[in-house]
């Protein structure tokens, strides 16, 4: 009977822990973009924006325990999709964009060459650059 009981046990732990992870990193992304989005309205310049808004989207993802090495902050089209090409935004003053977040996600007991990079995480917001911007 404590047999069947650790052989039912142990694959129900690695499936709860697996949701737990997958949580953490939609938690983690939804943060990052939202970060990301202020990092870049609040910028002098789109350079200075992307890199801050990668550093703080960075952090948030670390927060969760999300690594940061597939990290990618991109920039799009609204309603494009986090798939097209990314694109340079302007900060003209009622511009719009969507800026996507994408993490690579690590479920735990899975050796990485089995999953790779094909476990991510996507955060996407909208991003409507203020009209009262600072200097402009």
Avoid at 40 to 67: K, N
Avoid at 73 to 97: D, E, I
């Amino acid at each position: 009977m404590l047999v069947l009981a650790v052989l039912v046990l142990l694959p129900v732990t690695w499936i709860l822990l697996s949701l737990l992870r997958l949580q953490a990193a939609s938690l983690g992304v939804d943060q990052a973009v939202r970060q990301a989005v202020r990092a870049l309205d609040a910028a002098p310049s789109v350079g200075i924006g992307m890199e801050r808004a990668r550093l703080v989207a960075g952090v948030a993802l670390q927060d969760q325990g999300i690594g940061t090495d597939g990290m990618v902050v991109s920039v799009v089209p609204v309603g494009a999709g986090c798939a097209a090409p990314p694109v340079v935004p302007s900060l003209r003053p009622g511009a719009v964009y969507d800026v996507c977040v994408r993490a690579t996600v690590t479920l735990p007991g899975v050796p990485s060459m089995l999953s790779g990079t094909a476990n991510t995480a996507t955060g996407v917001l909208t991003w409507h650059v203020g009209e009262l911007r600072e200097g402009r």
